[in-house]
């Protein structure tokens, strides 16, 4: 597991760096972590190759604001996790903005930080893992969780949305993968759609509610389910 931090004092969120330094080594996984004090040197390294799988990031630099740098990262380290590390407690807004995975608080004790540690390398595990499809030519094909926009039905078929192509499996009902652990972003959003809510864009209201998809599929998501999203 590979960590990148960023703050401009590093020496405020030292002992957060020891304590999840101890978190992976109490569940047996090696830990490489660099610390950054300059946000324009952690995006031209991340810019040019060094991915880290996960970064930490103050709310509150000069330059580029947490905010800014997780959008900036994003372009180069899409399946990374993302998390603040701030002093403020009105964080929540722009984490949700920003698309964050967790934030902790400087005032952050272990047994706080411990269980965030895990829930988030539970995440990172699903996003990097793949799901088997039966095709109905009886072959299978992976596929990265990450990369399905929405599962669907059409004509009591079932079919699997990408970004590149929309394929028809068999084996499993909709409901049936409703139920699948990988699957535990995904929203139901109708009869006919389970959504990945990480691969949802925007979404508009006009005649109902309508959510845009990264591979720019509009989705009517009835109220009934809607109200669950």
């Given at each position: 597991m590979k960590l990148a931090f960023c703050d401009d004092r590093p020496n405020t969120v030292s002992f957060i760096v020891d304590y999840i330094r101890d978190y992976f080594i109490s569940v047996s996984i090696p830990l490489e972590i660099k610390i950054y004090d300059d946000a324009m040197e952690l995006v031209r390294d991340t810019a040019n190759g060094i991915i880290y799988d996960m970064y930490l990031l103050d709310y509150?630099?000069?330059v580029l604001s947490g905010e800014e740098l997780i959008k900036e990262l994003k372009r180069y380290a899409p399946l990374s996790i993302y998390g603040y590390i701030s002093f403020f407690d009105n964080i929540g807004s722009s984490a949700c903005r920003a698309g964050c995975d967790l934030y902790l608080y400087k005032s952050d004790k272990k047994d706080k930080i411990f269980p965030e540690m895990a829930r988030v390398y539970e995440k990172f595990l699903r996003l990097h893992s793949n799901f088997v499809f039966y095709l109905p030519s009886g072959d299978v094909r992976q596929v990265p969780?990450?990369?399905i926009q929405y599962i669907h039905t059409a004509y009591r078929r079932v079919y699997v949305a990408t970004l590149t192509e929309d394929f028809r499996v068999i084996g499993r009902s909709l409901d049936e993968y409703t139920s699948c652990a990988e699957f535990y972003n995904f929203v139901r959003v109708s009869k006919s759609y389970f959504v990945n809510y990480d691969n949802v864009v925007n979404s508009f209201f006009k005649n109902g509610h309508w959510l845009i998809m990264a591979n720019n599929a509009r989705i009517k998501a009835d109220s009934v389910?809607?109200?669950?999203?």
């Amino acid at each position: 597991m590979k960590l990148a931090f960023c703050d401009d004092r590093p020496n405020t969120v030292s002992f957060i760096v020891d304590y999840i330094r101890d978190y992976f080594i109490s569940v047996s996984i090696p830990l490489e972590i660099k610390i950054y004090d300059d946000a324009m040197e952690l995006v031209r390294d991340t810019a040019n190759g060094i991915i880290y799988d996960m970064y930490l990031l103050d709310y509150d630099m000069p330059v580029l604001s947490g905010e800014e740098l997780i959008k900036e990262l994003k372009r180069y380290a899409p399946l990374s996790i993302y998390g603040y590390i701030s002093f403020f407690d009105n964080i929540g807004s722009s984490a949700c903005r920003a698309g964050c995975d967790l934030y902790l608080y400087k005032s952050d004790k272990k047994d706080k930080i411990f269980p965030e540690m895990a829930r988030v390398y539970e995440k990172f595990l699903r996003l990097h893992s793949n799901f088997v499809f039966y095709l109905p030519s009886g072959d299978v094909r992976q596929v990265p969780v990450i990369d399905i926009q929405y599962i669907h039905t059409a004509y009591r078929r079932v079919y699997v949305a990408t970004l590149t192509e929309d394929f028809r499996v068999i084996g499993r009902s909709l409901d049936e993968y409703t139920s699948c652990a990988e699957f535990y972003n995904f929203v139901r959003v109708s009869k006919s759609y389970f959504v990945n809510y990480d691969n949802v864009v925007n979404s508009f209201f006009k005649n109902g509610h309508w959510l845009i998809m990264a591979n720019n599929a509009r989705i009517k998501a009835d109220s009934v389910y809607f109200r669950r999203f």
